[in-house]
């Protein structure tokens, strides 16, 4: 079992040497890595595959133990900061990448035929490999530090590339600059409720945080007005992220991106991160 979570912090990276791979192959052998364009879909969906074996048996340890495991490393900056990158096991995280790893595949395998033909196929793997490679770094983060980086990667940059594939029409172009700009008002209220919790609590890491925030609350040690704007403000980003009102109005526009990324937008992963991050913050809710 140890091992087992121990090689877990590989997760997010399997499928990154895809777009890697593939944007070196077209600065340096562009005539051949276009020629062997189709041979791209094989080790995207493989990657994924392998991704989604593991994800499973994760879950299937965490019916029988129920036990939750984070590992960290520590970068400190200075005597008075530090800052400390990890991932985080748990079942709410071993749910997720099977949800985002088994939607990818079927997207993956669809896209292969469904965009054969299109000039932009290898750049459309390339998107979707880094899409995919957010995703899970996002569910397998154990701070908000990392959340917000990994968030602003799936919406900020993926989902601006993906819904604006086809940027050569005005309306896909429009819907790419929707979502951005919808989202960003999200993810700022995001970015002040993270610092809002970090100036009460003075930790990023969500064991350490949520252990001092229900401390302070029994001890009424903290302005309520206060904890409950910047649990609104938390809330707003997962808003925006699963296009609820008012900030609903990027989704169907997304529509303009090729079908594989309107499902995979709207089915179940991108969408289901706002979702995800409430489960997440639930303890800070309550």
């Known amino acids: 079992m140890d091992h087992t979570y ?18 070196v192959g077209l600065l340096l052998f562009p005539t051949a890595t276009k020629n062997l364009r189709r041979m791209w879909a094989f080790p995207s969906i493989l990657l994924l595959s392998i ?35 990890g991932y985080f096991i748990d079942p709410l995280t071993s749910i997720m990448l099977i949800l985002i790893t088994t939607v990818g595949i079927l ?37 908000f530090i990392q959340i917000y980086i990994f968030w602003e990667l799936v919406v900020g940059m993926c989902s601006y590339l993906l819904i ?6 005005p309306l896909a172009a429009s819907a790419c600059q929707k979502a951005f700009v919808t989202n960003r008002v999200g993810d700022f209220g ?9 100036w009460i609590t003075g930790s990023f890491e969500f064991r350490d945080l949520f252990e001092i925030f229900n401390i302070l609350i029994y001890n009424n040690a903290v302005n309520f ?36 990324i309107s499902a995979l937008i709207h089915a179940a992963t991108m969408v289901a991160a706002g979702i995800f991050l409430v489960a997440r913050l639930s303890s800070a809710f309550q």
């Not at 121990?6 to 944007?23: D, K």
């Not at 604006?164 to 029409?169: C, H, K, L, N, P």
Request: proline share 6%; net charge negative.
């Open 6 to 23: 121990q090689y877990s912090w590989i997760i997010p990276f399997v499928p990154l040497p895809v777009p890697m791979l593939i944007g």
């Open 51 to 85: 991704v989604m074996i593991f994800s499973v048996y994760l879950s299937i340890q965490q019916i029988n133990e129920t036990s939750i495991y984070q590992s960290v490393w520590s970068w400190t900056i200075n005597n008075d900061f530090s800052f400390e990158f």
């Open 107 to 143: 997207v993956l395998v669809y896209s292969d035929n469904y965009m054969s033909h299109d000039q932009g196929y290898l750049r459309f793997f390339a998107y979707m490999s880094f899409f995919n490679t957010s995703m899970l770094g996002l569910v397998t983060s154990s701070n």
């Open 164 to 169: 604006g594939f086809w940027f050569t029409r």
């Open 190 to 198: 995001l970015l002040l409720g993270i610092l809002g919790l970090y």
């Open 225 to 260: 007005f206060f904890v409950t704007l910047c649990a609104f403000l938390l809330f707003a980003g997962a808003v925006a992220k699963s296009a609820q009102f008012p900030l609903h109005v990027w989704l169907p526009d997304a529509m303009e991106g090729p079908t594989p």
